[in-house]
């Protein structure tokens, strides 16, 4: 997943750790509700990973050049890597990967295939669109993990370049046709409201991670902390469609 230059820092990311987020996993891990909630949160990001790397194999396909085809490659090698250490590390907790990454499959299956672009453009604003919103979704999470899990989402979330290379690739489509702007607009916020619909619909729908979101096992939120949360992300969405060009 991407890790943009401006996506949105949470809020106490600069506060001093306390809690669940000051200790280690061993801790941490002795509260049933949290483990329940980390082990959710891994199967969403590893599912979320293997997706990525699907559709960045299929976007390869829709590449105009041989070198677009082979960095886009490139990036989906990083992606599968990223889902390997995830199913290594639900293993490592005694969770068995499969049935982690299923109660989230149908909502991120549902995504793809209620997004599916029609061409080359349209794959790149996808994957920097909704991969950026996931990002910046994770990275708020992960300033309330412990120490350890916090560590490995933030690792997995490491850029591996499809950024820069949609916003280059983007830009430069929109300078030679300019019409094209207004069509990928309106495709980008689509984008955004469908992620946007099918994260709501994962929190609500698994106790433990929504729990976890409005101040039961992570300490610090609480409901209007999670509304201030999708603003930030709203906003940071708002900033990286300005780098592509597109009016948010």
Not at 55 to 63: G, I, T, V
Not at 101 to 119: G, I, N, Q, Y
Not at 228 to 248: P, Q, V, Y
């Amino acid at each position: 997943m991407e890790t943009p230059d401006n996506a949105t820092t949470p809020a106490s990311a600069a506060e001093e750790p306390t809690g669940i987020a000051a200790q280690n996993w061993d801790t941490a891990a002795a509260e049933p509700q949290y483990r329940a909630a980390v082990v959710d949160l891994l199967g969403a990001l590893a599912y979320g990973e293997l997706a990525a790397f699907e559709r960045l194999a299929e976007d390869a396909k829709l590449a105009p050049t041989l070198a677009d085809k082979a960095a886009l490659a490139k990036m989906a090698a990083a992606e599968f890597h990223h889902f390997e250490r995830l199913n290594d590390r639900l293993r490592a907790i005694d969770a068995e990967p499969t049935d982690a990454m299923e109660p989230f499959a149908k909502a991120l299956d549902d995504f793809h295939r209620l997004t599916a672009p029609s061409d080359w453009l349209e794959g790149l604003v996808k994957a920097y669109v909704g991969d950026s919103i996931a990002s910046d979704f994770y990275r708020e999470v992960a300033a309330r993990l412990d120490i350890d899990t916090r560590a490995l989402v933030l690792a997995v979330l490491d850029d591996t370049g499809h950024g820069n290379f949609a916003v280059e690739k983007v830009r430069a489509a929109i300078e030679a046709e300019p019409r094209v702007g207004g069509r990928l607009a309106l495709w980008a916020r689509r984008l955004m409201g469908e992620a946007l619909s099918q994260a709501q619909r994962v929190v609500a729908e698994r106790d433990a991670l929504s729990t976890m979101l409005v101040g039961g096992v992570a300490d610090g939120f609480d409901l209007a902390e999670v509304g201030r949360m999708f603003s930030r992300i709203t906003e940071a969405h708002t900033k990286r469609m300005a780098a592509l060009g597109l009016a948010a």
